[in-house]
């Protein structure tokens, strides 16, 4: 069984930074592609940036793009979104998630497991 546990969230004002992490359990992690989700209040989950199991290759959104920059590190099992310049938009849960499928980014059926979330409020 995998678990994966997002930290870092909090309250911050307009054009601060933060960073969230995603710890994961299991030996495997090493193996899988990263993605992390938002979810603003009243609103769909969207893809908000995307890292393949070595890292060597990332996906953004075009709504945090330049700001926002997925990493990890296999040692530790864990990936990393550091969300610099951040803007009241930016405020919502946001997911980890763990990618099995070969290749995609968007779609939620590609992830078959995923954190309980961490909240992330900008305010203005």
């Known amino acids: 069984q995998v678990q994966l546990v997002e930290s870092g969230g909090g309250l911050v004002q307009a054009g601060g930074s933060l960073r969230l992490s995603c710890a994961a359990s299991g030996r495997t992690f090493s193996s899988y592609a990263m993605g992390w989700f938002r979810q603003a209040p009243g609103k769909e989950r969207e893809f908000v940036a995307g890292?393949?199991?070595?890292?060597?290759?990332?996906m953004y959104a075009d709504s945090v793009k330049g700001r926002f920059t997925v990493s990890r590190d296999n040692a530790k099992n864990t990936v990393y979104l550091q969300m610099n310049s951040l803007k009241p938009e930016d405020t919502a849960v946001y997911y980890c998630?763990?990618?099995?499928?070969?290749?995609?980014?968007?779609?939620?059926?590609?992830?078959?497991?995923w954190g309980q979330g961490t909240q992330v409020t900008v305010s203005s």
């Open positions: 890292i393949s199991w070595s890292g060597g290759s990332t």
């Open positions: 998630a763990r990618r099995w499928y070969d290749s995609g980014w968007l779609d939620e059926y590609k992830y078959d497991y």
